[in-house]
């Protein structure tokens, strides 16, 4: 493994600063977990408040300036930057301090905002995705500016409270501040590893339409004996909607809804199979004993490659422990529809919708609301920026990255690639295991660690390449924030 | 409209006391209503035992005698008896005070558990089912006793904490009971009416199986855009399990499942039609605009003479608000099968189990427990207590009841048949629009009040009735628990 004194001969202070503050660093990301900041509920919008007002307070700590919480039409937006590196290109640093909700919490062995740490791991919901990931970038930067006052690169941070719920305020934010958001690059890291040790850069995202059907029925609950077998339940008619959404083969069912899905050629797929997860592997980290799926493509492939559909909720009648004698008069499923290029969010809602209203029994009236729509990502694997994020990597983790493509979606990457027509590079500390969105979310103690590190090899890697590379430019300007 | 004073000639002063203490009755059962006794929710068990604890304190104070509170493997049974009636027939009163729970509380326009009453209604859980029918005898006794220290027959009063649960722990308590529980005849007041005026004698109930369905896939829940398409989502799973349980006509899709269903003929058809609600009645009651289920019956005859099965509820991944990116690695659903002569719940359970295992796809593993086994119910109309019963309301109401059959489910009087070989009466005071195990349940103050008068002339034309036809025996026995 290659050691770490490569990065120290450059900033040999900025290291040992990294190394005696971490114990520092790590009780500084429990306190940043323990505030509940779940955007996607409502009485939870206080504590997202409260922690985008925690993380503004820590970037002024750490040096940067200009530091703003931004209100939006939801929740806030953290902006923060470090200008000073004249002649220097400049870095837009986006994470989210936003988190998934941890319901139901009494399956977490260790409460999900406890912000705990337990053989080595920092567990909690947001360890992973994205509280810990994001404040990498922070350490790194306080190291850089504690121990040399100043950063190889110039850099603009972007911290916002709604990823989890698709980014509703995000792309209107970025258009109307198209001018002070313009830097070289963007970076982020709310991905994972290929293993504990095997870094990776992640150059393709699914995207994702999410749904949520409302079947109603009767205008009250009734009794099951009273009215069973004379009304259609919601629920039953709910399952029977969502029975018909895939195919027996597992394809989904909907007309056209595979009908702009590109196909790939042999070399990609064989890159796929020699460099990504293997069918075991991703079994074990699901705890699932069988695969499922469209037969013809291993489960990477299935799960990138290919688009899907999970129902993510249901709810309807009673809940609770015990029976209980009702008809409810209404039932809710949430959809979760993964897309790939070359599908549109938009044309894809159209097909389901007009697919579920075909299907729906004329016993039932449905609803459809609109939660996420976001558009399906490959990055350009032969930026500089991704040059930069590899060498880093293999300066402090002694390996080169593989190239992943994720499941997951990210939706401000599209909308940073559509407005501000940035590269991007993903550059991920998680691991698989760690339990994204699951109970027990995690980030190993030693990976927080090493992707600080990462994060300040990158700014300087960056700095070093880009110098070689970028077209000549003014001073970046500092941030003019529209109306 | 029969007057009242046919009653107030034979007891004047009761029916004075009745009249005087309305308003105090009232308040005692709102009283009643503020204690949760949810019987499904084990939070819930320190409030069943202290509703228990109310209701024998009540009455003791209102003079009977050996009030008990008896435990079971559950929630206890509270019982007192009056048996100063020399040569008088005996009537057991059962009741229960157990309630269906509340949830979703916030559905409520009335907290289910405030008690208040409001428009000449008392609202909340248990109104009607069956706190406040059960309280109509408690004050019916309690008015004889309070101004003649006389009641026309022997009492007997079983009230129970587990119907709502199926009853699961009565069962074995009259079987060691047996004798002590003897009587001449049963009478429970936990049916409905016609109308608001038109008072009925319940003579059929539904039996029931109430199923619970848990789908499990993977070990945790997982991140759906990471797995989506490679492991079987349990709530889909789900969801076509269920849809398989009906098949497109509505009838139930279980093999064997009509086998032993009874074939009735035109007269108890054509009654039906005649004295029972029409579709519109039943439809408009459920407040739904269109009917479902098997074609060439009456709303009245699917909800009565045939069985059903309803979902009544389904729990899995995300039910909060908004969005949430998850494959949940469970999935829950609740059926309640409701059945009609001569089907058989073990045989039923059987059949419902091994197809459920036909149907669940390989990808998942699926876990059945059973909630609750009881067995329809035909009551004999012929018997002297349902002539006592009719006169009652013929003489409170001014109008003579009609027959109803109820798609509901007492578990009790299978049990009350089988075990005690009793005729039982089913004397109820709930209206449709009551909404029983629905949010906002309610019982009128008048139906309340006419219900206590109905049942002190219940106890009179029983004690007059029998005299009669009864055979001659023994002073009735003072109970004698077994261990």
């Known amino acids: 493994m290659k050691p770490d004194y490569t990065f120290a001969e450059n900033f040999p202070s900025a290291f040992d600063f990294v190394k005696a503050s971490n114990s520092q660093a790590v009780q500084q990301l429990q306190d940043f977990i323990r505030i509940p900041s779940v955007s996607s509920d409502p009485k939870k919008a206080k504590d ?47 994470g989210h301090y936003d988190v998934q909700p941890a319901e139901p919490e009494s399956e977490w062995k260790i409460p999900p905002f406890a912000g705990i740490v337990r053989d080595g791991f920092i567990y909690g919901r947001g360890a992973s995705d994205d509280k810990g990931q994001l404040f990498t970038h922070i350490k790194a930067i306080e190291a850089l500016l504690k121990t040399t006052r100043y950063l190889p690169v110039n850099v603009k941070c972007l911290f916002e409270g709604e990823e989890e719920i698709g980014s509703p305020n995000l792309l209107p934010f970025i258009q109307r501040n198209r001018r002070a958001l313009q830097a070289d690059a963007v970076v982020m890291s709310d991905t994972r590893m290929l293993s504990q040790d095997q870094p990776a850069l992640t150059y393709a995202l699914r995207g994702q339409v999410a749904l949520e059907l409302e079947v109603h029925g009767p205008d009250h609950d009734l009794h099951s004996g009273n009215f069973g077998g004379a009304v259609h339940d919601p629920l039953q008619a709910l399952c029977e909607v969502i029975a018909r959404l895939h195919d027996r083969t597992g394809h989904i069912a909907v007309p056209g809804f595979y009908d702009r899905v590109r196909r790939w050629d042999n070399s990609e797929r064989s890159y796929l199979a020699q460099a990504g997860p293997s069918d075991a592997d991703i079994l074990h980290e699901a705890g699932a004993s069988t695969a499922w799926g469209e037969q013809g493509y291993s489960l990477y492939e299935r799960v990138t490659l290919r688009p899907s559909l999970a129902i993510t909720g249901m709810r309807g009648g009673h809940g609770g422990v015990g029976p209980k004698g009702v008809i409810p008069c209404q039932a809710i499923a949430k959809l979760s529809f993964r897309l790939v290029p070359d599908q549109e969010p938009a044309e894809i809602e159209q097909l389901v919708r007009r697919y579920i209203e075909c299907i729906t029994p004329p016993t039932v009236r449905i609803r459809i609301k609109t939660h996420i729509h976001s558009r399906p990502v490959l990055l350009d694997r032969k930026n500089p920026v991704m040059r930069a994020a590899a060498v880093a990597y293999w300066r402090i983790f002694g390996r080169m990255p593989v190239w992943l493509r994720s499941g997951g979606t990210i939706p401000v990457v599209s909308q940073f690639q559509d407005v501000l027509e940035m590269p991007t590079v993903l550059m991920g500390f998680a691991s698989p295991g760690d339990n994204l969105h699951g109970q027990n979310e995690k980030l190993s103690v030693k990976n927080f660690h090493r992707g600080i590190l990462t994060c300040m090899a990158f700014l300087e890697e960056y700095g070093r390449i880009s110098q070689r590379t970028r077209k000549q430019g003014l001073k970046p300007a500092g941030v003019q924030y529209a109306d």
Do not use: N
């Open 48 to 94: 997202v408040k409260r922690c985008a007002k925690w993380l503004a307070q820590h970037l002024h700590t750490i040096g940067l300036h200009r530091v703003r919480v931004l209100p939006t039409g939801g929740h806030p937006i953290v902006y923060g930057e470090w200008l000073g590196a004249t002649g220097k290109p400049t870095v837009l640093i986006y």
